[in-house]
């Protein structure tokens, strides 16, 4: 499986940007997909998640400013940021779960893409 993701960039801070990955290769593998993002001196951590079937699960300081979305169809997960904050800022990497749900756990994740950075400025 491969993961190519898109749509960092650089934003002031309340505003808004939307990721997408895409996947390709063996896609009837896939289960469970999620954001993750790690920044300068931190670990990496988990945004958000959801399941084939659409159930989601977001990390604590996202709830309510991100929505993780897919189209199963287009094999393509997506992240509406919104009211960005600078504390937002790293790079941000789609990956597929070994599981049929998302977890916090980097190790439960089989395939990862290759990261896009969104930088916020304030």
């Not at 990496?44 to 604590?60: D, F, M, Q």
Request: charged share 15%; aromatic share 10%; hydrophobic share 35%.
């Amino acid at each position: 499986v491969q993961l190519q993701a898109s749509g960092g960039g650089l934003v002031q801070a309340g505003g808004s940007l939307r990721l997408s990955c895409a996947a390709s290769g063996s896609v009837e593998v896939i289960t469970a997909m999620a954001w993750h993002r790690q920044a300068p001196g931190n670990e990496r951590e988990l945004v958000a998640s959801i399941t084939t079937g659409g159930a989601t699960n977001y990390g604590r300081s996202m709830k309510g400013r991100f929505t993780i979305s897919r189209d199963n169809a287009k094999n393509t997960v997506y992240l509406q940021m919104n009211s960005l904050k600078p504390e937002d800022t790293a790079v941000y990497y789609c990956a597929t779960s070994r599981y049929a749900y998302g977890s916090s756990q980097a190790g439960h994740y089989a395939y990862w893409g290759q990261g896009t950075q969104v930088t916020v400025s304030s």
